[in-house]
């Protein structure tokens, strides 16, 4: 078996989220390499959609932005920035959305604006971007982080983007229309959240990796799956596959 590192796992676990057929709205790095290596593997229908406009993007290479012109060519469609978040993702038409921030809760709410208080902040973030509105409109919401206790919290200092707030009940009264946090994926381990109260639970470990190793990076009690999963390593193909997308390593160092 090749060796790997902890970001091409990463990728890998997160490629093998996504189904031939789903519309996935991508960002640029590990979520980008991760939808392009489905593409190449199990999910070739799959349709890439960025939030600059392309739909259906097929490049031949990996972008450095979203407003990279590798992404209009071979596209099914370009539209405007206005045309894609309407129609597109507040029309519910996106399957799975890639989301990252500073901080994660335990009921996977994101902070991707301010460290400390609003008003006075030890540190001010970019903000939301389109990430609540993503959060808000997509059926599936995956998060790709390294796992550490600075950006795991049990309660996020601010709430950009949504989880499940305080609980599934919350959540619910909300009335939105995406379907809320589906997986956290880090570098240790793979997490789900609870069907009945929306809490983050550690779902599946890596190789070689406890769930004591788990619980030491995580500053809540973690739920643990009732039966917890090992993760599969990556196969030859997946790595090869991956390296020949990113052979300067651009995005996985």
Sequence with gaps: ??????NELMVIVAARELRDGESVLVGVGIPNLAANLAMKLQAPG????????????NPTRMPLSIGDPCLVTGAKSICSMYEQFAYYLQGGRIDVGFLGGAQIDKYGNINSTVIGSYKTPKVRLPGSGGACDIASNVKKIIVITPHEKRRFVEKVD?????????????????????GGPYAVITNLCTMRFDDVTGEMTLASVHPGVTV???????????????KLEQTPPPTEKEIATLR??????????
């Design 212 to 226: 004591e190793q788990v619980q030491e990076n995580t500053p809540w009690k973690l739920k643990v799956a009732e």
């Design 46 to 57: 799959l349709n890439m959609v960025y939030e600059s406009g392309a739909v259906g993007s």
């Design 244 to 253: 020949a997308l990113d052979p300067d390593k651009t995005y996985l160092g």
């Design 158 to 178: 601010f709430l950009t983007s949504p989880g499940y707030v305080d609980g599934k009940q919350k959540w619910q009264e909300l009335k939105l229309q995406g």
């Design 1 to 6: 078996m090749m060796d790997y590192t902890a």
